[in-house]
């Protein structure tokens, strides 16, 4: 059954972006993500990932809590008010907001699902794959 799920993800050619400001991390995760045959867009800012948007939806967006120039939370609920942009899934990911209450607003903010950072490999693939698999 898993692998049928993994197959499932990999037919559909899912792109995800990830808004992040750590270069070396958005690196790592787009190698590991693109091993599973997904196409991963990166910007380093909200601003950025705001310009990229007008252009494209993604599958999925990555998106780090403390951004350079924008609170993740603020991004992620102007994603949520974006007609085009607002089912896509958003996952919040987060070396310094990490406690329950970080987690809970995130998660009012809009966010389909929050990690923490450094973040496993195996249990982000298992979100991603989740969500995209998930029936909109």
Same mark, same amino acid.
């Given at each position: 059954?898993?692998? !049928?799920?993994?197959?499932?993800?990999?037919?559909?050619?899912?792109? #995800?972006?990830? =808004? $992040? &400001? $750590?270069?070396?991390?958005? @690196?790592? #995760?787009? &190698? +590991?993500?693109?091993?599973? !045959?997904?196409?991963?867009?990166?910007?380093?800012? *909200? !601003? @950025?990932?705001?310009?990229? %948007?007008?252009?494209?939806?993604?599958?999925? #967006?990555?998106? $780090?809590? !403390?951004?350079?120039? =924008?609170? *993740?939370?603020?991004?992620?609920?102007?994603? /949520?008010?974006?007609?085009?942009?607002?089912?896509?899934?958003? =996952?919040?990911?987060?070396?310094?907001?990490? @406690?329950? +209450?970080?987690? +809970?607003?995130?998660? %009012?903010?809009?966010?389909? +699902?929050?990690?923490?950072?450094?973040?496993?490999? &195996?249990?982000?693939?298992?979100?991603?794959?989740?969500? %995209? &698999?998930?029936? /909109?």
């Amino acid at each position: 059954m898993e692998m !049928q799920e993994e197959l499932r993800v990999q037919e559909m050619q899912p792109d #995800i972006m990830v =808004v $992040d &400001d $750590d270069a070396h991390f958005r @690196e790592t #995760i787009t &190698d +590991a993500l693109s091993l599973k !045959q997904i196409q991963v867009f990166s910007v380093a800012c *909200g !601003q @950025e990932a705001m310009r990229c %948007l007008k252009d494209m939806t993604p599958s999925l #967006i990555l998106l $780090d809590v !403390q951004l350079p120039d =924008v609170h *993740g939370f603020e991004l992620c609920r102007a994603l /949520k008010r974006h007609l085009k942009l607002k089912n896509v899934p958003v =996952v919040f990911l987060s070396a310094r907001y990490t @406690e329950p +209450a970080d987690r +809970a607003e995130g998660l %009012l903010a809009g966010a389909d +699902a929050y990690l923490s950072k450094p973040v496993n490999m &195996d249990t982000l693939w298992e979100e991603v794959r989740y969500l %995209l &698999d998930k029936p /909109k």
